[in-house]
């Protein structure tokens, strides 16, 4: 089984892929994580795991001061290109578990669809150590649910029982209403308040060669054999292009995870 620690590198692979096919964040989310937190032009922010910035632009957008910790050089790389217009950001190489905090405290922390690749050991203790008291963590996080091509979902789940018949059934999405609203690791640390969700969803469409190379974004098919992953790859294709006309349409829901430093 490949483990985290493994899996998370693998997104440095390809910076200019990820970058240029993951979905990113609706404006709505940097709005409602400015008024909740309280945020003004000038606050520091601390993000975890900032990729190809595509968080990191957004809030350094907004005038705050953002240093932004992230493990893969090349998307390191693509991050500082991005944020180039911003001297108020900057984009520091290392694993956040590593990083040594600095003496000034932040007014926010925040992982956008990150924060499940930190060791939990360190994750929350380490942020509420990085906050001033009263400051926010701020939990961005991405699912697929139910809605957009239902029926695409449905049938391409025999391209990944035959390539990766080890792996167990992937259920269909959820209706976004059903996933459920989880903050037990911020409320069982005793560092944190109760936490506020804010919720948002979209639909977007995919042509063939971007959906496979949406799939090619991620880390657990990037990490399968070479031949595995080029049969599932195929085998998508002809099901997108044989049966749907060459194009799908995939449901998100972007969850904004707010909890106050006690």
């Known amino acids: 089984m490949t483990d ?6 693998v997104f440095d692979e390809d910076a200019e892929l990820y970058d240029r096919v993951r979905p990113g964040y609706p404006g709505v989310v940097f709005d409602d994580l400015t008024a909740v937190a309280g945020l003004r032009p000038g606050a520091r922010v601390l993000e975890i795991g900032c990729g190809t910035g595509q968080a990191t632009v957004p809030l350094a ?15 390191a790389a693509v991050a500082r290109r991005r944020l180039a217009a911003s001297p108020g950001a900057e984009v520091v190489v ?19 669809t990150a924060f499940h690749w930190i060791d939990p050991a360190v994750a929350v203790v380490k942020c ?11 939990v961005i996080a991405t699912h697929h649910v139910d809605g957009g091509s239902r029926d695409f979902f449905a049938d391409v789940q025999e391209c990944y029982e035959r390539f990766t018949p ?7 999405p959820s209706a976004a209403a059903l996933v459920p609203a989880d903050s037990g690791e911020t409320d069982r ?30 880390s657990n098919h990037r990490a399968l054999p070479a031949v595995l992953r080029e049969g599932l790859l195929a085998c998508v294709r002809a099901l997108i292009d044989g ?15 707010i909890t106050r430093r006690l």
């Open 4 to 9: 985290r620690s493994s899996l998370r590198g």
């Open 61 to 75: 957008a907004r005038g705050f001061r953002v240093t932004a910790v992230e493990l893969g050089p090349s998307m």
């Open 94 to 112: 290392s694993a956040f578990e590593d990083w040594p905090l600095p003496d000034e405290p932040f007014d926010a922390v925040v992982a956008a």
């Open 128 to 138: 509420a150590e990085a906050l001033r008291p009263g400051g926010v963590l701020a």
């Open 166 to 172: 080890e792996r167990p059934p992937r259920p269909r």
């Open 189 to 218: 640390s005793g560092c944190f308040g109760p936490a506020v969700f804010h919720r948002y969803e979209r639909e977007l469409p995919y042509t063939t060669d971007e959906y496979l190379d949406l799939l090619l974004s991620y």
């Open 243 to 257: 049966r749907y006309g060459g194009r799908v349409v995939k449901r998100y829901l972007t969850e904004l995870r």
